[in-house]
């Protein structure tokens, strides 16, 4: 059985860092592509933040780019999400999101098998 399970979120000042995990089990993690994606009230799930599982080539969402930080541990199956100088805009539901097929097009939803539940992140300004 495959489980997602995020942590790390909170609560967490304009200008201020976190640092979310996703602890991964009951698929092969270190042959998937893995990816974090949030969701804003009211919104559709978007693209933060993907790694490749045989390179670790990653790719970032725009808004983020310079801020955010995606790394992997192929041994613990964990994937991590490092935020810096967060904004209240970037308050929402973050996910960790599986890709064992390793399709190509990672900013999409539909190219993930299995998510998390979520963890909340909270900024104030």
């Known amino acids: 059985q495959v489980h997602l399970v995020e942590s790390g979120g909170g609560s967490v000042q304009a200008g201020g860092s976190l640092r979310l995990s996703c602890a991964a089990s009951?698929?092969?993690?270190?042959?998937?592509?893995m990816a974090w994606f949030r969701q804003f009230q009211g919104q559709e799930r978007s693209f933060v933040a993907s790694?490749?599982?045989?390179?670790?080539?990653?790719s970032y969402a725009n808004s983020v780019k310079g801020r955010v930080n995606i790394t992997r541990d192929n041994v613990e199956n964990i994937l991590y999400l490092q935020m810096n100088d967060l904004k209240p805009e970037e308050t929402a539901v973050y996910y960790c999101?599986?890709?064992?097929?390793?399709?190509?097009?990672?900013?999409?939803?539909?190219?993930?098998?299995?998510w998390g539940q979520g963890t909340q992140v909270i900024v104030s300004s």
């Open positions: 009951g698929f092969t993690f270190s042959r998937s592509t």
């Open positions: 790694i490749t599982w045989n390179n670790g080539r990653t």
């Open positions: 999101a599986a890709d064992v097929m390793v399709r190509s097009r990672v900013v999409l939803r539909s190219s993930y098998d299995y």
